[in-house]
């Protein structure tokens, strides 16, 4: 399953909405890449959140 490993964000439900107005449930994805973090000195391979890579790449750049 997509979920970030800092946030906790998860897939969101929806509909799918045709021109007839018809609704079909779909299901909106994180976009959760694979990424090698430096926590506490030891890096460790996670699944982030694009939203949180930022944040760290904001943050390391501030350090």
């Known amino acids: 399953m997509a979920m970030c490993e800092l946030c906790g964000k998860k897939p969101m439900f929806g ?6 107005n018809r609704k079909t449930n779909r299901k909106f994805k994180p976009n959760v890449q694979r990424v090698t973090v430096i926590l506490n000195g030891v890096p ?3 699944r982030i959140c694009t939203r949180c890579l930022r944040t760290l790449y904001k943050e390391a750049r501030e350090a």
Do not use: A, F, L, P
């Open 15 to 20: 509909h799918n909405v045709s021109h007839s």
């Open 44 to 46: 460790k391979r996670m």
